[in-house]
């Protein structure tokens, strides 16, 4: 999860202003917003409680699960190489996930490319007064077609992490998830619709990597179904908590293909309180439809140098695979 709105896009007083670098934003919240945000977590809290204490996430399966099922043990290899150490937008460190992340991708057989280009914020999330923010971003790309498509199916994460922690959760978990769904589907039957895998740059500074995507990438033109994998925290279920408007259709079918489906209305409100966002804003400024998924237990870690590989529950990695591979997979998911 990355940069926060301004008084633009939510009519609240902006984020700090062009004397803090685009790349700390994420540090700098008004007092206001912070205390918005406690109070919304614990009424999260005192209202779910009792909903959500039955609640558990699934066994992690191991690696040497069948193929053509998601398993938490294969994808935490990943984890461990793409959150080996703090990982900026920009940084040499960055361009070794970057590179790992495209050749796993190829080395399954995948049309796969590198979307290198200049791109503006999303949202205009950055908090610059009077300015506007745009970076160099390399998004990572691939398809995998489908046998009888009626459009694309997105599956989203973002790849870079903040300067203060190498990201283990926040989103190497989300990429990772996606890099063996991807693994999963080339072995498994053929889904019906194209999937395409995005692995986005930058969005814990600007959410540049997905508004270069959904504005401009050729696969993107006719719009379709994405499903942004996020993490707020390290371990707990992994819930629904965003969705694009008319959601019914989609609603439905998260509830049918989605081996572990948990969502709530409430936990939008509780999003909105907080200081952050997601690369499906980028997505929905574009006019997708979609489902945007984290867990978020254990969120003392978030965006600190506690958010390593070891402090992430496997069995919240395995329903962000589970789910995915669901949907992804699913012949009812609408596009």
Known sequence: MGAP??????GRPARPGPGVPPANRALARPRRRLLAAAAA???????S??????????????????????????????????????????????EQVRAHIEQRLRGLGLETEVQDTVAPEAGQLSGA???????????????????????????????DSVQTGPGGNDDAAGTSAILEVARALTVGPRPR?????????????????????????????DGGVVLNLEARGSTGPLIMFETSVNNAKLVDVFGRAAPHPVGTSFA??????LPNDTDFTAFLDQKFVGLNSAYIDGGAIYHTPLDTPAAMDRGSLQQHGDNALGLAGSSAAPT
């Not at 558990?56 to 080996?84: H, K, L």
């Open 268 to 273: 939008v409100e509780i999003y909105r309180a």
């Open 193 to 221: 619709n194209d999937i395409v895998f995005v692995l986005t740059d930058a969005e814990e500074a600007c959410l540049c990597g997905a508004s270069a995507f959904a504005a401009s990438h050729p696969l993107a033109a």
């Open 5 to 10: 709105p301004t008084q633009a896009a939510t």
């Open 129 to 159: 007064a009077g300015g506007a923010t745009l970076a160099r971003v390399r998004n990572v790309v691939a398809r995998l077609p489908g046998t009888d498509s009626t459009g694309r199916v997105f599956l989203v994460a973002h790849y």
């Open 41 to 47: 977590l614990a009424a999260l809290s005192a209202v």
């Open 49 to 94: 409680a009792g909903s959500l204490l039955d609640l558990r996430t699934p066994a992690p399966r191991p690696a040497s699960a069948p193929t053509g099922e998601f398993s938490a043990g294969r994808a935490y290899e990943d984890v461990q190489v793409i959150a080996a150490r703090s990982h900026v937008a920009g940084s040499p460190a960055n």
